[in-house]
């Protein structure tokens, strides 16, 4: 069974703070990885994609992976209030058609 | 436009009678997913189409589900004979490969009385 698994959270950081997500998945075929935001009552939001081994940084957001240890980070930079969601990580294995969704991890920035 | 589209955003109906939700995907997009998601709860996945074929159906949760999609582009998923339990936010979401970037519609919210 292919998992991607998160931690459910709350996750609350200050305003300004940087706040940390992270994924772990099993399947070491594993070829790109995705988060995604989502707002209460909202669908899913691409924010970022990786698909090699390292860091990638869009504006507050950087991505890590790390294929060896099989997990993928996201960390947010400056937190705003706006931040606060739910962020989903997913996982594609090459080959294959399948996105394997985590649960997802709340996200509280506080004011 | 750019995006998914997705209709309708919200629907009403009684149980035991059937729905159809429309799922238009992003132009040049040959993989098309849909999804099912119920409050507060993770992404259930419900159907595959690459092209106009479904290689995978097996997540639709009963025979009262059924997809198709006509011309590569547009989807409809259809549930008959609704009951309570199909109540949930139904997303449809596109890619331009199987392991690409996938983007999501605003969904279509199935309350059933």
């Known amino acids: 069974q292919k998992e991607v698994e998160q931690n459910s959270g709350p996750l609350s950081v200050p305003e300004g703070a940087i706040a940390s997500l992270n994924c772990t998945y099993s399947d070491r075929g594993s070829q790109s990885f995705f988060w995604y935001r989502q707002y209460s009552g909202k669908s899913p939001e691409l924010i970022m994609s990786?698909?090699?081994?390292g860091d990638k940084e869009d504006g507050r957001f950087t991505a890590q992976l790390n294929k060896a240890s099989q997990y993928v980070s996201l960390l947010i930079r400056d937190s705003q209030p706006s931040d606060s969601a739910t962020y989903l990580c997913a996982v594609t294995t090459s080959g294959t058609y399948k996105y394997i969704f985590g649960t997802g991890t709340r996200l509280k920035v506080l004011a | 436009g750019a995006g998914v589209s997705q209709s309708p955003s919200n629907k009403v109906t009684e149980k035991g009678k059937d729905v159809e939700l429309r799922c238009d995907p992003i132009s040049g997009h040959t993989a098309l997913y849909w999804y099912r998601q119920s409050l507060g709860q993770g992404l259930e996945f419900l159907i595959y189409f690459q092209g106009n074929s479904a290689p995978d159906k097996s997540g639709l949760p009963s025979d009262r589900f059924s997809a198709e999609r006509t011309g590569g582009s547009v989807s409809t998923l259809t549930i008959q004979r609704t009951q309570q339990e199909d109540s949930a936010v139904y997303l449809c979401a596109s890619s331009r490969t199987t392991t690409g970037e996938l983007f999501f519609g605003e969904g279509s919210r199935l309350t059933v009385l």
């Open positions: 990786i698909y090699s081994n």
